[in-house]
């Protein structure tokens, strides 16, 4: 499998809502993890490749739009009929004789619902139904929109548990999009930063991490006070109650944590962490494209 995108052009009349100037490649195996803010262009995205928009430029890739599964963010069903029915309809099959289709619903523990209409599920079940639909096509390439939106904590992390270990050591390659930076750590070898329709960057995860934030970064909660214990420390762009600190080797490490537990300042340490990366990679793009225009 692979995927060629360069030169796209979306646009929802005069405005631009997509645009990739720099080539951008998925192979098989990637899991690309999608960020940006609302408008960023992420669903634009994911309805171009699928060929559901008008664009212009090039989207090159031995895959038919047939051959690509898709979990969108709002999926609705016929509330006429129980689920089980529902599945055997779209999908051609009876349950009972499928192997595959009743390994996935004994997978998400889905038994007990099959008997209940679609608008009877919690949100948590409506979100396994639909990926039991989407993985029973097998797609060398699938798309996940925003999969655990909406759902609480804990059935969100069961979920994601689910699908890492479903998908774990298979040649499938994915698309993520999702707003759960936590999510993307756990799923994605690649990343893709959106806004406001442009492309901020694209690559690996840990090579992303390493060009916005160094070795790693601390964090910890922000103050008057540990603000003026850390001045000496580069300061990386954070949500506005964090202080995140970049550290370049172990011994500046080292110095710096010794520092926080003196003072008895809890903090967390990251090699991955996204939303900071996408902070500082958002920073960065801007600064660079005043510049230019300077």
């Known amino acids: 499998m692979q995927l060629t995108i360069e030169n796209l052009t979306v646009k929802y009349g005069a405005e631009i809502a997509l645009q990739i100037n720099k080539p951008l490649q998925l192979s098989e195996g990637d899991r690309v993890g999608i960020i940006g803010s609302n408008g960023a262009g992420k669903t634009t995205l994911i309805k ?159 090579q992303l991490f390493q060009k916005y934030c160094g070795r790693a970064v601390i964090v910890f909660e922000t103050s008057p006070e540990h603000e003026l214990l850390v001045k000496n420390y580069k300061k990386l762009a954070s949500p506005e109650h964090l202080i995140a600190l970049e550290v370049k080797d172990e011994a500046e490490e080292l110095a710096l944590t010794r520092l926080l537990l003196s003072n008895d300042i809890n903090y967390r340490r990251s090699s991955n962490d996204i939303e900071i990366m996408y902070s500082n990679a958002k920073k960065i793009y801007y600064q660079e494209e005043v510049n230019h225009e300077l």
């Not at 090159?60 to 016929?78: C, G, V």
């Open 48 to 206: 171009s490749i699928l060929g559901l928009i008008n664009y212009q430029g090039i989207i090159k890739t031995d895959l038919s739009p047939d051959k690509m599964a898709t979990h969108m963010q709002f999926n609705e069903y016929t509330d006429t009929m129980p689920c089980k029915y529902i599945m055997e309809a779209i999908l051609e099959t009876k349950i009972t004789k499928n192997p595959k289709l009743k390994e996935l619903i004994t997978y998400f523990e889905f038994e007990n619902c099959l008997r209940k209409k679609y608008s009877k599920l919690s949100g948590g079940q409506k979100q396994r139904f639909t990926i039991i639909m989407v993985m029973m096509q097998e797609a060398p390439l699938t798309f996940y929109d925003e999969v655990t939106s909406g759902l609480d904590f804990e059935t969100r992390q069961k979920l994601m548990e689910k699908l890492i270990n479903w998908y774990a050591g298979k040649k499938s390659s994915l698309c993520i999009v999702s707003h759960y930076y936590e999510e993307l750590e756990q799923m994605a070898n690649k990343i893709l930063i959106l806004d406001k329709g442009k492309v901020i960057d694209y690559g690996g995860k840990e």
